[in-house]
């Protein structure tokens, strides 16, 4: 088996889409169908099953994709030990959110900017489960997480930091200075970003368990947005303590005294028994080291 079709069989099996894995992979269509029929010549049995214009795994291409990607990441690996000491080099497809991406990962930017110029990172703005399922299919190589659980299924994931939230409003809200109970906030104007953001979906949660009628949000497209919307006296929005530390500290915003009654996570993750290359553990060690020294 060569390596080049099993890169090929992986992508193709990823993205169950002979039109879309020649588009990332950069070939002509008509060349990842005849490496895949290569393939499965070589090994004597059809690897997918072509149902119209859909494709799925057969029983043997489910057998063969394991050891495909352990071949593929052991070439990698390989490669990189053969280089020896040279510097840590290679891309590195990121799934963050806007929360991470504006407030705590420009330091990490940074540094790898100066430090490891041949490390290229490209960061992808996605939430929850895309970001999970953008894992499992090998879109990205590892992805950040805000989440209240710990497990995923298919992935493996680090804790980095409980990530305080914060009720916010405007200076002078009927709530502030009061010490609020879930009930007060149902029937409060509310503000939030989209619906699959996990602080928002979970607070929704919460509101509508001791509501009669479900609450409904204003929605911001941004976190941006949804700060100018608060400030401006639209309402209440729960939001990462990180990206509003500036709008408390000079006071466009208060903190209303609310505790959520769960805790999020933010958490590195990358697809179960993966084999991280070097330049995908370093940028774990040091967001690792990045998230603990932000507090």
């Not at 990332?24 to 099953?49: C, H, M, N, P, W």
Request: charged share 25%.
């Amino acid at each position: 088996m060569e390596l080049r079709l099993l890169v090929t069989f992986e992508k193709v099996a990823t993205v169950l889409s002979f039109t879309r894995a020649a588009a990332e992979l950069k070939y002509a269509q008509s060349s990842v169908t005849s490496q895949i029929r290569a393939l499965e010549s070589s090994l004597g049995t059809e690897l997918f099953d072509r149902l119209g214009s859909h494709i799925r795994l057969t029983e043997a291409g489910e057998r063969l994709l394991p050891y495909a990607r352990q071949i593929i990441e052991l070439s990698e690996e390989a490669r990189a030990a053969v280089a020896g000491a040279r510097e840590p080099a290679g891309t590195l497809a990121v799934g963050t959110m806007e929360s991470l991406t504006s407030y705590r990962l420009p330091p990490l930017l940074e540094f790898f900017h100066h430090r490891y110029p041949g490390v290229r990172l490209s960061l992808r703005t996605t939430i929850g489960d895309e970001t999970r399922q953008a894992l499992r299919q090998g879109t990205y190589d590892v992805g950040f997480l805000m989440e209240e659980e710990t497990e995923h299924v298919g992935l493996e994931s680090e804790e980095l930091a409980v990530e305080p939230l914060a009720l916010v409003a405007a200076p002078g809200h009927p709530l502030s200075g009061k010490a609020v109970v879930t009930a007060d906030l149902t029937d409060q104007p509310l503000l939030a970003t989209e619906p699959g953001c996990a602080y928002r979906d979970l607070f929704e949660r919460e509101l509508n368990s001791l509501s009669p009628d479900p609450v409904s949000f204003m929605e911001f497209g941004t976190i941006e947005a949804t700060k100018r919307a608060a400030a401006a006296g639209l309402g209440m929005a729960l939001l990462p303590e990180v990206t509003v530390a500036a709008e408390l500290a000079e006071g466009s915003l208060l903190r209303l005294r609310w505790e959520p009654p769960f805790t999020l996570r933010t958490q590195l993750a990358w697809r179960a028994g993966k084999r991280l290359p070097a330049h995908a553990r370093l940028f774990l060690e040091q967001a690792r080291k990045l998230v603990a020294e932000q507090g």
